[in-house]
């Protein structure tokens, strides 16, 4: 047993209200710059749609993930090593632009410079790729809330997979949203299809990044992700993803996305799981066997043997402890409501989603019944065929038993806290129903409807034992890091070149220049300028006023 | 100026490409990529991009076989210089003519698709100069001593001259009686090998051969960095006991 912590999330996916929010935030915290102008580490999909970027989902198209080779060994889909070194100098299954969508902006200096005439100007759209006038006919969010209606919404994977009649139904009776970041996989098929060794899983919480100084730009990490969610900057030539906010991750905060989610549905917790389990569990020949095999790796947190084991892997004693109060344990392995998106690419996701109710409650109370009745409720899960298999398709690989059991515990607590809420008797055989005590049904309850930040957040900072290193200037020479002594300025490929200065530098550099210089003001252009910052207001400092025209004493 | 050209201005480009990698490598990990254009377009380069790379790997390696193995090796395992000149021949004109397509099919591409054209600097068009000047020169050079004359046998003189620089006792005596075609090439060779340290060729140099090797997953350890425990606003006074739990701030 090799124990390691993964910093994982669940979404409640029957809070989202689909605002985008968190795509927006994220957007301003990391995509911001161009060369990324198309993407988006987090994304709001409606569902049924086809997603972003279009079809993604269609693996015999895309080939991403994982297949399982006829001697039960996986390689990526796309091709093992060899097939990908020689696809290198052209990726034969990379997504194109027009997949994404075209970045663009509009002429707005048109709306203020135009000559005054009969007709009020207009901003054209212009193309952020060739600066040239575009026709804007997608967007990463162009089918929001079933926007072009069975046209678009037909396309969808997952969606293809039902049959024609229960399309048809579904198509008008339900939609909900599907908030998408990176996964965060166990076994992740992006870092395995990377030539160069520069994705690499987190070894202390399982985040996965691009080391942006090994990235070559080969491109293969685009196909092997079968969620698409690493995007190649095409200013940089680099490939970049989702840090799950790794800054922010590693003081104890918790993502952007999660930060400012309007409808409170994410959750940020860590599991611990047996590393040594992985490569098995992902390779179990059924694929309706994968969501069971990837629960069967996460370890109990409060197994003394995995909490041994834990701390003999220098795993702190705070992250354990916070493994323990994860509210990703106890929705995925107590309460069994979360599921993973797509176990079946078999990359071993760590982004659960608790699916919806609410479609099914819609149904009941558009067709007149009681929609928190617990009989109409598990009639109506049962019943109700079309958004249970399409969500096996999403969450299952299309096995609908671990959905509907989900789907019933969810009715049951609505049925139960409702009579509480009505003032009766709490009934336990609503509990008892879906395997579950009064008492667990209010913590469930708890942990769904009204958990404080700090509950749904458990995020423990990261350990950085060596204190002397905050005390850089005080305790060792501060040139010393890789690529110094450096001396700032800008180098010659531009303003950011070359090695970044550590900001302990320079400070360091700007101080000693100040205390060593001549004069007041830079050395270079002293007649024209002085630094007032410190000018103590007593006399007058060289290039404090502009010298005289005539030359003279000042 | 025998001693210039052959001597001075090779031993310049090989320091120059060595010390420029390194260079460029501690200096500008970040900026050390392929710079691919695929997701602007890709039914083109699909064609393009594998033309050329095979055919200058080819390429690559018939400048290996004739250039550093001697002559005398050859002939003592058995091939013939005329067997050697037929299969350099034939094998090398296919080879070069996939570079030499494969390159116009890219630089077409490049200059009429509007998003690829945009995003190409002036760097990267000085660079396709001395590119495409080294293949052609080179193409035109085999070409004319084989249709024209009845082939040259560079193995006798410019392999030796290019084995003797990395004898460190350069032999500058044998070029000047070297074709025209291929000394021009030479010197072009090694005008490309200068720049290559400060163009985007320097993805050859990344060639992930360790892909092969390594274990499919890598893990790695956070970078050691100060101040990963949040740090307090210098503004909120002494630290205090935590605050009340459940307080709800999200």
């Known amino acids: 047993m090799r124990v390691m912590a993964q910093m994982s999330m669940v979404m409640n996916l029957d809070k989202c209200i689909g605002c985008h929010t968190c795509s927006v935030t994220c957007k301003q915290a990391w995509t911001n710059r161009s060369g990324v102008e198309y993407v988006w580490f987090n994304n709001v999909e409606s569902r049924p749609g086809q997603g972003y970027p279009r079809t993604y989902q269609n693996q015999d198209r895309w080939q991403g993930g994982w297949t399982r080779t006829r001697t039960g060994r996986l390689k990526p889909r796309a091709g093992g090593r060899i097939k990908k070194l020689f696809s290198i100098f052209a990726n034969p299954k990379l997504p194109a632009m027009a997949d994404y969508y075209e970045p663009w902006t509009y002429d707005y200096e048109h709306l203020l410079t135009a000559p005054a005439g009969d007709d009020t100007p207009v901003a054209r759209p212009k193309s952020l790729l060739t600066g040239e006038d575009t026709k804007v006919t997608w967007s990463a969010n162009w089918d929001d809330s079933l926007a072009g209606g069975n046209e678009i919404a037909a396309g969808d994977p997952v969606l293809q997979q039902l049959s024609e009649q229960v399309r048809q139904e579904y198509e008008k009776a339900f939609l909900f949203f599907l908030p998408r970041i990176c996964e965060h996989c166990l076994n992740p098929s992006c870092a395995a299809s990377c030539p160069s060794g520069a994705i690499y899983k987190r070894a202390e919480d399982g985040i996965v990044l691009v080391d942006q100084d090994r990235c070559r730009g080969w491109r293969m990490c685009v196909t092997g992700c079968p969620y698409k969610k690493i995007y190649f900057n095409h200013r940089t030539g680099k490939a970049e993803k989702c840090t799950f906010c790794f800054p922010r991750i590693e003081i104890g905060q918790p993502t952007i996305c999660s930060e400012t989610c309007v409808g409170r549905l994410r959750y940020i917790g860590l599991m611990l799981y047996d590393a040594d389990a992985v490569g098995k569990a992902a390779a179990v020949k059924d694929e309706h066997e994968l969501f069971a095999a990837q629960k069967s790796v996460f370890l109990d947190p409060n197994d003394p043997a995995v909490i041994a084991a834990a701390r003999a892997a220098d795993i702190p004693d705070d992250w354990i402890a916070a493994a323990q109060r994860s509210p990703i344990w106890d929705l995925i392995m107590k309460y069994e409501v979360a599921l993973p998106l797509h176990p079946e690419y078999r990359t071993m996701p760590m982004v659960w989603y608790i699916p919806p109710l609410s479609p099914v409650v819609d149904i009941l109370r558009e067709t007149g019944h009681d929609g928190e009745d617990v009989g109409n409720l598990f009639g109506a899960v049962d019943a109700l065929r079309i958004p249970v298999d399409y969500l096996a398709g999403l969450f299952t690989a299309g096995d609908p038993a671990p959905v509907t059991a989900v789907l019933q515990r969810l009715a049951a607590m609505r049925a139960y806290q409702r009579r509480i809420n009505l003032g009766e008797d709490r009934d336990e055989s609503i509990a008892a129903a879906v395997g579950m005590t009064g008492a667990q049904m209010d913590d469930m309850y708890r942990l769904l409807a009204i958990a404080k930040y700090e509950e749904r957040y458990v995020i423990p900072a990261a350990h950085a034992e060596d204190a002397h290193r905050l005390e850089q200037l005080g305790t060792e020479c501060s040139l010393e890091y890789d690529g110094g002594p450096g001396m700032g300025g800008s180098g010659p490929f531009g303003e950011s070149s070359g090695v970044p200065a550590p900001i302990s530098i320079e400070n360091f550099h700007m101080l000693r220049n100040r205390q060593t210089a001549d004069s007041v003001a830079a050395p270079d252009d002293k007649e024209t300028r002085v630094n007032l910052l410190n000018w103590d207001g007593k006399g007058r400092p060289e290039g404090l006023f502009p010298p005289r025209k005539d030359g003279g004493e000042r | ?250």
């Open chain 2, 1 to 250: 100026m025998n001693v210039l050209l052959w001597v001075v201005f090779p031993y310049l480009s090989i320091a120059v490409l060595v010390g420029g990698l390194i260079w460029r490598y501690r200096y500008d990990k970040f900026g050390w990529t392929t710079r691919s254009s695929q997701l602007y377009e890709s039914a083109v380069l699909r064609w393009g991009s594998p033309m050329f790379h095979f055919g200058v790997l080819m390429v690559l390696i018939g400048h290996v076989g004739g250039l550093v193995i001697p002559k005398s090796w050859t002939e003592a395992v058995g091939i013939t210089e005329h067997t050697y000149h037929l299969m350099a021949v034939f094998v090398g004109t296919v080879a070069g003519f996939c570079t030499l397509i494969g390159m116009a099919i890219l630089i077409a591409r490049r200059r009429l698709t509007g998003p690829v054209f945009a995003a190409t600097t002036k760097n990267d068009k000085a660079m396709y100069v001395v590119l495409a000047a080294v293949i052609v020169l080179g193409l035109w050079a085999t070409l004319r001593a084989n249709v024209a004359g009845d082939g040259y046998d560079y193995r006798e003189t410019v392999s030796p001259w290019f084995r003797s620089l990395f004898y460190l006792s350069p032999d500058p005596e044998i070029m000047p009686g070297v074709p025209i075609g291929f000394r021009i090439h030479v010197l072009a060779a090694f005008a490309l090998f200068a720049f290559w340290p400060f163009t985007r060729l320097v993805h050859a140099f990344s060639a992930p051969v360790g892909y092969l090797t390594r274990p499919y997953v890598p893990y790695r350890s956070r970078d050691p960095r100060p101040g990963l425990r949040a740090s307090r606003p210098g503004w909120e006074g002494p630290p205090k006991l935590p605050t009340r739990p459940g307080r709800d701030r999200g």
